[in-house]
Nanobody, 122 residues
């Protein structure tokens, strides 16, 4: 099993920044890819970004490029999502996920955190 715990969500004004963290523990060998997804009320879960632990290679949803940055700290076993120039439409629950394939499909990720709420006010 892999355990993922997100933190860092909150309320921020439009144009502001937030950094989310996801701490990983457990069978880390089965979670070589870490991803961030988000889900707004009434909408499907949406891919944000993914990173490969070993190489640091990253993958972003087109709409997130330039504003969001995913990174990892191997020593802390933690993945981050730096979000800049936030917009009200970025309001969602943000989830950290772990899997073996770097894809944008939620079903390809076997492990999920509990989610953290991000609310962007206009």
């Amino acid at each position: 099993q892999v355990q993922l715990v997100e933190s860092g969500g909150g309320l921020v004004q439009a144009g502001g920044s937030l950094t989310l963290s996801c701490a990983r523990s457990g069978r880390t060998f089965s979670s070589r890819i870490m991803g961030w997804f988000r889900q707004a009320p009434g909408k499907e879960r949406e891919f944000v970004a993914a990173i490969t632990w070993s190489s640091g290679n990253t993958n972003y949803a087109d709409s997130m490029k330039g504003r969001f940055t995913i990174s990892r700290d191997n020593a802390k076993n933690t993945v981050y999502l730096q979000m800049n120039y936030l917009k009200p439409e970025d309001t969602a629950v943000y989830y950290c996920a772990a899997g073996s394939l770097s894809t944008d499909v939620p079903g390809d990720y076997a492990y999920w955190g509990q989610g953290t709420q991000v609310t962007v006010s206009s």
